[in-house]
């Protein structure tokens, strides 16, 4: 009786508690208004979230976009098509030869997967605390109960030539400098890759939007590059560098002011921009709900070679994102990995940015649609999408920033 009794004091006390937490006075804050003699948050404000899933919707009517199928090339003349109808005409390609590689032996892999789950080491460096699951690629078609969804992506990968599409908006003072935005537009998991990576796909083509409006100028140069191939291992990325790394900053033809490949100042790469709903609870499952407290996470490689320049790189987004983000504030890290701008961290300040940590968070099962049947659009709540309109409204932000964007004539403001 005693025991009872004490039990169900405790359990008034709690709920006394938790009544106490629920009443504390919520103090709205303040969202600042759009600066109008700052052409950049002008620009920032031609971003809106139904244009973005709009985009984010397009990609996915190409299934999982996986390389080397006629999905993939579908979706490049899609992409090509869009970018050109935003006013980014210029639009080219890269052809490459894809070659898978052997496969690997079925006990390494195995091995390597035991290791990796025994270790808090997370990929990128850093450290995997807390709960974890499993992560993996889905392979098994039958997984996916959209029979729609399934005959999209039951063509399988040939090796062969690829391409992949870019556009650049060329700065009126500087047009030998240039940043490159990126995302990778081919996915895989028997899904439509909404997340991975349509999510940052359709940020790069939304920035290319606004920044090819007739009335913007700006001083360098913006490539938006849709990369392929990102999920075999960087391979389209690797193979614009391999291109292309040796013609910048050339004039050609000699005189005509133009440059094919402007100066690489910098590459911002977007690659699963929606999902932060937090770590897996102990039993395994998450949050159905974004959490209230989801960032945009920039990253930077510490063991790169321009890890320096990264870094300031990365600040420079934090502060666009203070600036210029509607809903969602942004965290800087160390342990930028596992994306197209690894092919560039040695060569150029390079960035990526995501919803979640790669290594420790997305490593560690944060995102239990990563690869998995269930990346598709219907998956993803508004707030989810919110936050990947609020990555772009960061990289717009600082993009427009840096290359000195001007709106009909009016000056940035320093
Ligand atoms: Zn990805």
New binding site residues.
Partial sequence: MKTRLSTAAALLALLASTARAQTMPVIPIPQPPVDSTDPVATLVSRLDLEHYKATVKGLTQFGDRRQGTKRNRDAVDWIEAQLKSYGCTNTERITYTYTPPPPRNADSTARAAAARGRTPQAQGGGRIRGVRTRTGVNTDSLKQPDPRIRALDAEPTTPGERQEVYCTKVGETHPEEMYIVGG?MDGHGWNEAAN??GSGTALVMELARVFSSPDVKTDRSIRFVLWNN??TGLNGARAYVEQRQGLQGKESPAGSGKYPEPKWLGMIQH??MMFDHGMPRPDGSISPEQRPEADVNIEFQSNSKMADASQKLAWAFHSANEKYATDYPAQVGPHMTN?DSAPFQDLVPAISLRENERGREVGAGWDPHWHQPTDVFATFSDKDFRLGLNAAQTTLGAVGTLVGAKLGGIPVRK
């Fill in positions: 990778h991975d990576d990102e999920e690659d699963m994306t």
